[in-house]
Every structure is written in structure tokens, then in C-alpha cells.
């Protein structure tokens, strides 16, 4: 059974990819920072319907404790199927962003790809298999305002995505980035409403978690093989 690990998996978008993934025989790791409990009740969830997974808890913003964890995991077999979800938004026009919210952003987003999927490479390449897909947003392709942190987080992302997927395409393992518009979560609540949503989105709705997870089920599969280096919208046809 391959195994999957899913960062961020408690959220919204990560719940339904770790549902999904599980759906598809993975086992799957379900990632949480400070909120283990959530991610426990993901995880009896998943069980209940059939499905093998663990919940596990640390800061990917933090080098040494992510690679002790992470080792711990592949001393026996890979991780086969990496899914980067953890990310944070803190939003201010940027003459009146703090260093610190800029920090922040870049640290969980960008350095938490770095930490998490460096240690994991090298066993995914000994087993000539592996998926690697980061979830990023449009604000990364088209850029937000209020939001600079943000989009300069997922736009290195997409460049971060492409550059690796060219370094492992010989050995078995794709690399690619899943590129969400406006998803029904917690993270939308306050800020479109329905008149907003249908102004914006050619679609006239916002998206599904389900409909994200739906691709990152497809690029984990063998049907993707050949698909690598792709940063994927799914946004109702916004861009």
C-alpha cells in the first residue's frame, strides 16, 4: 500500500484530499500544526468509511522537528505522495504590512515546502515513484490585492514546482501544483458573498473542496505519469 501525506490536512481543501486519497487505498498521514484533535476526528472519520490513515502534529515552519518526524516515517518505506496544503493567509494592503505578517506567510507557504519535502525526496527516488503536488492559488498566477505576502508565497511556489519537476522527471517522480480560485471553506466566509462570487467567477459559484481534490486524486495516480511540471487551475474558469 502506498502511503500519502497530506500538510494541512485538517483544513477544508486538505480534508477532502486526505477523504479522497483514502477512497483510493492510500494510507494517509493527516498533518495538523496545534490543531491535533481535528485532525483525529479526520482520521476516525476515514476509518469509519473504510479507509487506513494517522493523524500527526508538527510546525512545518520548524527545520529540525518536521525532519525528525518526516525520517521517522520513510526509516521503513517512502512517503509516495506528498501534498503540500498548509499555508496561511494574514491579509494587509502592503504599504500597511509588518514584517511579521510577511514573514509568517512565506515561512508556512514556501520554507514549510522546503522542510517537508526535502527530507522525503531521496526515498521517493530510490523507489523510481513518487508525487509531489503543492496547492497554491490563483492569487499566485494573477496576484491579489490586499495580498502580496500571499501571492509572492504561491507564485514561488509555481516556480519552485516547475524547477523541481525538471530535477526528478528521470527517476519515477512528477512534481506538480494544483492552483484553487474561490472554494466553498472557512476561508472564504466574510469575505465573497454570493453576488461577489457571481460577478467574478464565470461559473457564477464557488468551487467544491471535493472538485480540488478530484485533480489531486488524478495526479497521484499512474494515469498522470506523463504530467509533470503542470500548474493546474481549478477555478470556474476565472484566468
Not at 122 to 143: E, P, Q
Not at 207 to 226: I, K
Amino acid at each position: 500500500m502506498k502511503r500519502a501525506l497530506v500538510t494541512g490536512g485538517s483544513g477544508g481543501i486538505g480534508a477532502a484530499i486526505c477523504h479522497r486519497l483514502a477512497a483510493d487505498g492510500y494510507f494517509v498521514y493527516v498533518h495538523a500544526n496545534r490543531n491535533l484533535a481535528k485532525a483525529q476526528a479526520l482520521v476516525e472519520a476515514m476509518l469509519a468509511d473504510g479507509g487506513q490513515a494517522e493523524a500527526l502534529a508538527f510546525d512545518v515552519t520548524d527545520a529540525d522537528a518536521s525532519r525528525a518526524i518526516l525520517e521517522t516515517l520513510i526509516a521503513d518505506a517512502p512517503i509516495q505522495v506528498l501534498v503540500n496544503n498548509a499555508g496561511i493567509h494574514d491579509d494587509a494592503v502592503f504599504p500597511g504590512m509588518n514584517a511579521a505578517q510577511w514573514h509568517r506567510v512565506l515561512d508556512v507557504s514556501l520554507n514549510g515546502f522546503f522542510n517537508v519535502t526535502q527530507p522525503l525526496t531521496m526515498a521517493m527516488i530510490r523507489s523510481r515513484w513518487g508525487r509531489i503536488i503543492n496547492i497554491t492559488s490563483i492569487a499566485g498566477l494573477t496576484g491579489n490585492r490586499g495580498q502580496v505576502n500571499y501571492s509572492a508565497a504561491k507564485g514561488a511556489l509555481h516556480a519552485a514546482t516547475k524547477a523541481l519537476s525538471l530535477e526528478l522527471a528521470s527517476r519515477g517522480v512528477t512534481v506538480n501544483a494544483v492552483a484553487p480560485g474561490i472554494i466553498q471553506t472557512d476561508m472564504i466566509d466574510g469575505v465573497f458573498d454570493a453576488k461577489a462570487i457571481e460577478s467574478m467567477v464565470p461559473m457564477k459559484r464557488a468551487g467544491r473542496p471535493e472538485e480540488v481534490a478530484n485533480v489531486v486524486s488524478f495526479l497521484a495516480s499512474e494515469q498522470a505519469s506523463y504530467l509533470t511540471g503542470q500548474i493546474i487551475s481549478v477555478n470556474g474558469g476565472m484566468i
